[in-house]
């Protein structure tokens, strides 16, 4: 009976549960080896959904492979559980929004409801995790809240200080307007979204002449983004580049001559003028873009920038720089100093004035008395500057415009450059370490490394570490307002000592604002030093656990410092994490000095889609929860089809159909072959390799060898789909072909051939769910029981020791070939349509002969009397001739009546085994069955060939004539027109 399996993994789960299974695996390696895998911690303030249980499959099935192997595997797991992730969520729980309205609800409130929001999904985390099958330690997992973590984090700090790679700059940050805080560009590349928005064609008015150019002609510039319009202070051009001024209508633009075929304008009618036409521009002038550089305009939006801030006397001017191209737009970059990195590096070259026309949280400032507090991402606003400039005469164009968008990867607003104070990690002078640390990386997809990780750290940027935000690891620097001076903190310790307050070294406190803001520092110009105000990148938590986990260096040293805990030698989680946990493990590792990475394998996963190919989302309704998927067809499906759909790094579409094809092909032809073996399995026990002699047996087991040593190879390459696939392939030879073909010998054959082909397929089974269990723990435990193993659980057994099994790599190529060419011979029944059924006299095959034993296998898998091995195929119109690959066939289909009524009495046979399949009677029930034909000469054939008939379907005797009603089954079919009947009933 073929079992439900998400029962039978609930079954399993339970007992590895009361058995304490992982613990024991843990127990029985401690002194091997170590294999040191990191988990990725994840928040628990949300649900896991269908792409945690992706990455957590990927990580289990190498952590149990290594452990089958010997190894000792710790798998410490962890929550990250600080941070903007939990802070939104907290807002929404308590109904505020905004730091504004944190800061009236309270910091120490906000944070103590922020500590308890954290753990809201940790038993559904939990839960899922064991459901799984992943096995991870979660009774002693690091916490990045807590108080040892933090002072790790401290220390991190200190390290990176004294080496001065942490600094304070006022830079052009990716802001975002929601949260009031800055990202850093790791944070930012996980947040791009398409949009499509109004860019715009801006006329700005020249005041004076130069050279050819005239008071009140236009230089043309093109933004995407209007609300920086009210910042403009200078327009930038390539002073190598050609330029033009065109005329149309009374008014004169300018702009590069290779963006004019660009630009939709509106020319295609003929201007009347004295002058030359151009592809239908009256070009009046050409200059060098050099030519234009100090030429002035009026400004956009007048006030905006004041006239009493510093460099005033520069704005409004064209200035030559090298980051202007003619890929798009007018080849003239209008520039606003505050909201663009290019932009403000021009500004502080030419001393143009900084000064910010939106705040912090994205409202217009009262300088642009216009447009004074809107909000400069909303639709209405950018719109409205459109229509001012339009009003004004100073729209030239608008157009919609597809790009991609950076917002906030966990509010999604649209994120605003935005030039600030911001602490930074300068990553930058580490490019060159980062580099070579990234190439001593095993990369899993191998394009990976070069790719999409290589280059982001070939352009890497400097880490923007300060968040001015609550719920986070305190930066520990603090600041003395009255000379400036700042020191960093990098221990409790350090900290009590300097500031005098013993509380620090108690087990209650607590290292979160608002208590840490509290404690004040002597200066030694005699005042007082404040902590600065901000907390850390919540990816700087998760970079830094191979430390912060073991509270190191405060603890644990020899963990890290020895090489017992660090570096890992496997990590896994999605594609994304490349600029996300990925970066950050490196960025750390790297900076603290490690001439080496922090990981020495990954795989990187691709997302899960939809069965359309969608991307998941709650609008859409496509999203897949993991208990729907697993309560319909097991973890262990999902699991086998994530390992071998495709590789890891491709997107997954999950598509219930093929889940169901997985469970069709493999587990249910495993299941099939175990009930069969348990059919003639007369004890329980443990199966030892057997002395084999039988050819198909030597084969199985080379094949078994075979087998294993590939998918051995594959795991340690980290090959997974390649492993899972060379056990697919294992599963279906095992059961159509050795199982098939050695029906017979479990039957019929004598004692000692059948206790041959049964302690055979009890050892291959058995082996096969150790190497089945990496990839299906519950599914390999379940058929390591049946089979009748030794241990408590297979997941306490070593990875199979191949040494002993044959290798036999003749007998494999021969047997590769016997297949091809049964392949061949199906092929060419199907051509005539004759089933595999009817006998056949004679096949040809051109090739050389192999042994007598093949051939008979040969001879009842095609079901010809006689093959022959010859030079030469015989053609005519009664054999059907196949080849492929170097190998042919030709075969008789010539049916004599012989031939015809054997291939009757085998259809009888089969339908007869079919009836006692449906009645449930087994092998070692006999029975008597009855047949019925009006045509006498079924019957004949019948009484021709009873003993074979008896023989097949384990019968006593057969009866002739009207089937009876007493019978225990029946059942007709067709042979031809003829209706045949059978009955049986079952022998005491």
């Known amino acids: 009976m073929l079992p439900s399996f998400p029962k039978l993994e609930e079954d399993i789960l339970a007992k590895w549960k009361k058995q304490d299974i992982f613990k024991k695996s843990l127990a029985q390696t401690k002194q091997g080896k170590r294999f040191v895998f990191f988990e990725g911690p994840p928040t628990a303030n949300g649900s896991p959904h269908i792409g945690h249980v992706l990455a957590r499959a990927f990580k289990d099935i190498i952590c149990r492979f290594k452990t089958m192997r010997g190894y000792f595997v710790e798998r410490k797991g962890g929550w990250d559980t600080q941070g903007l992730p939990v802070e939104l969520e907290v807002e929404k729980q308590i109904g505020v929004s905004g730091k504004k309205d944190i800061e009236k609800y309270g910091i120490e409130k906000f944070n103590q409801a922020c500590?308890?929001?954290?753990?809201?999904?940790?038993?559904?985390?939990?839960?899922?995790?064991?459901?799984?099958?992943?096995?991870?330690?979660?009774?002693?997992?690091?916490?990045?809240?807590?108080?040892?973590?933090?002072?790790?984090?401290?220390?991190?700090?200190?390290?990176?200080?004294?080496?001065?790679?942490?600094?304070?700059?006022?830079?052009?940050?990716?802001?975002?307007?929601?949260?009031?805080?800055?990202?850093?560009?790791?944070?930012?590349?996980?947040?791009?979204?398409?949009?499509?928005?109004?860019?715009?064609?801006?006329?700005?008015?020249?005041?004076?002449?130069?050279?050819?150019?005239?008071?009140?002609?236009?230089?043309?510039?093109?933004?995407?983004?209007?609300?920086?319009?009210?910042g403009n202070v200078g327009l930038a051009v390539s002073k190598d580049t050609e330029y033009i001024e065109i005329e149309i209508g009374e008014e004169r633009f300018v702009l590069a001559d290779e963006t004019r075929k660009l630009i939709n304008l509106p020319l295609s009618k003929k201007i009347e003028s004295g002058r030359p036409m151009e592809s239908?521009?009256?070009?009046?002038?050409?200059?060098?873009?050099?030519?234009?550089?100090?030429?002035?305009?009026?400004?956009?939006?007048?006030?905006?920038?004041?006239?009493?801030?510093?460099?005033?006397?520069?704005?409004?001017?064209?200035?030559?720089?090298?980051?202007?191209?003619?890929?798009?737009?007018?080849?003239?970059?209008?520039?606003?100093?505050?909201?663009?990195?290019?932009?403000?590096?021009?500004?502080?070259?030419?001393?143009?004035?900084?000064?910010?026309?939106?705040?912090?949280?994205?409202?217009?400032?009262?300088?642009?008395?216009?447009?004074?507090?809107?909000?400069?991402?909303?639709?209405?606003?950018?719109?409205?500057?459109?229509?001012?400039?339009?009003?004004?005469?100073?729209?030239?164009?608008?157009?919609?415009?597809?790009?991609?968008?950076?917002?906030?990867?966990?509010?999604?607003?649209?994120?605003?450059?935005?030039?600030?104070?911001?602490?930074?990690?300068?990553?930058?002078?580490?490019?060159?370490?980062?580099?070579?640390?990234?190439?001593?990386?095993?990369?899993?997809?191998?394009?990976?490394?070069?790719?999409?990780?290589?280059?982001?750290?070939?352009?890497?940027?400097?880490w923007a570490i300060s968040r001015e935000r609550y719920w986070g690891t305190p930066i520990p620097i603090w600041e003395c307002k009255k000379c400036g001076e700042r020191e960093c903190i990098g221990s409790y310790q350090e900290l009590n000592k300097r500031s005098g307050k013993k509380e620090v070294l108690d087990e209650s406190f607590d290292p979160h604002r608002p208590f840490i803001d509290d404690i004040i520092i002597p200066c030694k110009c005699g005042g007082e030093m404040k902590r600065i105000s901000e907390v850390a990148d919540t990816w700087f938590d998760s970079g830094a656990m191979p430390f912060a986990q073991w509270h190191y260096p405060f603890e644990n040293k020899e963990r890290v410092d020895k090489g017992v805990s660090f570096p890992a030698d496997y990590i896994a989680e999605a594609i994304d994490q490349t600029r996300g946990w990925f970066y950050t493990l490196l960025a750390i590792s790297t900076a603290l000095g490690n001439n080496f990475p922090p990981y020495k394998n990954v795989v990187c996963l691709g997302h899960i889609l939809d069965a359309d190919g969608r991307k998941m989302s709650k609008h859409l309704g496509n999203v897949v929860k993991p208990n729907d998927a697993i309560n319909e067809f097991g973890i262990d499906a999902v699991r086998w089809y994530f390992f071998t759909v495709n590789q890891p790094g491709e997107y997954k579409r999950f598509d219930p159909m093929a889940l169901r094809e997985t469970v069709k092909k493999n587990f249910?032809?495993?299941?099939?072959?175990?009930?069969?073996?348990?059919?003639?399995?007369?004890?329980?026990?443990?199966?030892?390799?057997?002395?084999?002699?039988?050819?198909?047996?030597?084969?199985?087991?080379?094949?078994?060898?075979?087998?294993?040593?590939?998918?051995?190879?594959?795991?340690?390459?980290?090959?997974?789909?390649?492993?899972?696939?060379?056990?697919?392939?294992?599963?279906?030879e095992l059961s159509t072909w050795y199982v098939r073909r050695s029906r017979e010998r479990f039957k019929l054959g004598e004692k000692s051939e059948q206790a041959e082909a049964r302690n055979t397929l009890g050892y291959v089974l058995m082996t096969l769910t150790e190497y089945l269990a990496p990839f299906t723990p519950f599914l390999a435990d379940a058929v390591y029981q049946e089979v009748g193993g030794a241990k408590d659980s297979v997941h306490l057994e070593p990875w199979p020791d191949l040494k002993d099994l044959p290798e036999e790599k003749e007998l494999l190529a021969e047997m590769d070939m016997t297949r091809r060419i049964a392949e061949l011979v199906h092929a060419a029944r199907a051509s005539r349509g004759i089933k595999v059924r009817q006998p056949l006299s004679q096949l040809v095959v051109r090739t050389k002969a192999f042994r007598t034993e093949l051939v008979d296998i040969l001879k009842a898998e095609v079901n010809v009397h006689d093959i022959f091995f010859r030079n030469e195929l015989l053609k005519s119109a009664e054999w059907e001739v196949k080849e492929a690959a170097g190998v042919a066939v030709s075969l008789d289909t010539t049916i004599t009546d012989e031939l015809y009524y054997q291939g009757f009495i085998r259809e009888v046979i089969r339908q007869v085994n079919s009836l006692r399949k449906e009645a449930g009677l087994t092998i070692k029930d006999s029975i008597e069955f009855y047949f019925y034909s009006a045509e006498a000469k079924y019957q004949l054939a019948m009484e021709q060939h009873l003993a074979w008939v008896k023989q097949e379907t384990i019968s006593r005797s057969v009866s002739y004539g009207k089937i009876p009603e007493t019978s225990l089954v029946q059942k007709e079919f067709k042979e031809g027109k003829t209706v045949i009947a059978l009955g049986l009933k079952k022998l005491d």
């Not at 839960?127 to 220390?155: A, H, S």
């Not at 790791?186 to 008015?205: D, L, P």
């Not at 590939?710 to 056990?727: F, P």
Request: aromatic share 14%; charged share 25%; glycine share 6%.
């Open 115 to 230: 500590r308890a929001s954290v753990w809201k999904y940790k038993a559904e985390w939990e839960k899922m995790t064991e459901r799984i099958g992943y096995w991870l330690d979660l009774e002693r997992p690091f916490i990045t809240y807590e108080k040892p973590y933090i002072e790790t984090l401290w220390w991190i700090f200190k390290q990176l200080w004294d080496k001065k790679l942490l600094v304070k700059d006022y830079k052009v940050v990716p802001q975002c307007p929601r949260c009031e805080t800055a990202l850093s560009s790791h944070e930012v590349a996980q947040g791009y979204e398409k949009v499509t928005e109004n860019s715009v064609y801006v006329k700005f008015k020249v005041t004076s002449d130069k050279g050819q150019i005239k008071k009140g002609d236009y230089i043309l510039s093109w933004t995407t983004t209007p609300w920086t319009l009210p």
């Open 280 to 462: 239908g521009i009256n070009i009046i002038n050409r200059v060098k873009g050099q030519d234009l550089v100090g030429i002035e305009y009026e400004p956009l939006f007048p006030g905006a920038i004041p006239e009493s801030v510093k460099g005033f006397e520069n704005a409004f001017k064209v200035y030559a720089a090298d980051f202007v191209t003619t890929d798009e737009g007018t080849g003239v970059v209008h520039t606003a100093v505050m909201y663009g990195e290019d932009d403000y590096q021009l500004g502080a070259k030419v001393s143009l004035p900084k000064h910010h026309t939106v705040t912090p949280d994205g409202h217009f400032t009262k300088d642009v008395k216009e447009f004074a507090g809107q909000y400069v991402k909303d639709k209405k606003t950018e719109q409205a500057i459109i229509d001012s400039l339009k009003q004004r005469g100073l729209l030239y164009m608008e157009e919609l415009y597809e790009h991609d968008y950076p917002k906030c990867w966990r509010c999604h607003s649209p994120l605003l450059y935005y030039a600030k104070d911001s602490w930074f990690i300068k990553m930058s002078a580490l490019r060159e370490q980062l580099i070579k640390n990234n190439e001593q990386i095993n990369w899993v997809p191998e394009y990976i490394k070069q790719g999409r990780f290589g280059e982001w750290l070939n352009e890497i940027k400097d």
């Open 668 to 732: 249910l032809v495993l299941w099939n072959v175990l009930s069969f073996y348990k059919l003639y399995q007369t004890e329980p026990s443990v199966p030892a390799l057997p002395k084999a002699k039988n050819v198909l047996d030597r084969w199985v087991l080379a094949r078994l060898r075979q087998t294993g040593e590939s998918v051995t190879d594959c795991l340690n390459k980290y090959q997974i789909a390649e492993a899972g696939r060379t056990l697919a392939d294992f599963i279906a």
